[in-house]
């Protein structure tokens, strides 16, 4: 398999530390969407990052499509989600958050780095900004570390995963945010998942 996009991408950085949390081989091609368009488009024409190749050569692209895919090729003692179902259901919920901090977070840093400032939409920026705030409110509420270390389980699990590329985004692109916003206990979480080699190998 071959895993496309820069590790700068959430979206693309949960995949990758996935992908070896499962066992699972693949090769990781770093392209951008924005400096490598030609090769971008010779490989997705839509121009998205993650895309995910195959050992069939099928594109896949979309990290929660592609994780799902990938829960189904992965041996099941290495699955990334819980077999119970209300730690499933809390799994899910706590993805969900992390999913909707990045989009955001990405959302925010494109408003204030991408745009014109001609056309910069304050509104929008302060709007983007209140539900990143909320949603961190939401996960420092849930963010309950088990004996283990963890959220969902005595391993890393796809809610550990997802969380803490969130905030290392944040972190990254949204100091301000992170520094006035992330929570304590979310900072030394994010930092003791960060710390483990498998984070470490994917690091921006």
């Not at 692109?173 to 080699?197: C, R, T």
């Amino acid at each position: 398999m071959k895993l496309i996009g820069m590790l700068d991408s959430p979206y693309v950085r949960r995949v990758a530390i996935s992908l070896k949390a499962m066992n699972l081989s693949f090769e990781h091609e770093k392209l951008s969407v924005f400096n490598d368009v030609e090769k971008m488009q010779a490989i997705n024409p839509l121009m998205k990052a993650p895309s995910l190749l195959t050992d069939e050569g099928i594109l896949l692209i979309d990290s929660t499509l592609i994780l799902e895919y990938l829960a189904r090729k992965c041996p099941e003692s290495c699955s990334l989600l819980p077999k119970d179902l209300d730690q499933f259901t809390k799994s899910q919920y706590l993805i969900g958050i992390a999913l909707t901090l990045c989009d955001k977070a990405v959302q925010l840093f494109m408003e204030y780095n991408r745009r014109p400032p001609e056309k910069f939409y304050q509104e929008w920026a302060d709007r983007i900004t209140e539900q990143l705030q909320v949603g961190l409110r939401l996960l420092d509420q849930q963010t309950i570390v088990n004996d283990d270390g963890y959220l969902v389980g005595n391993r890393i699990m796809q809610a550990d995963i997802t969380i803490a590329v969130a905030i290392k985004y944040i972190e990254k692109k949204l100091p301000d945010i992170y520094k006035n916003h992330v929570s304590k206990q979310l900072k030394a979480f994010s930092s003791g998942i960060e710390a483990m080699p498998l984070f470490k190998e994917f690091m921006f």
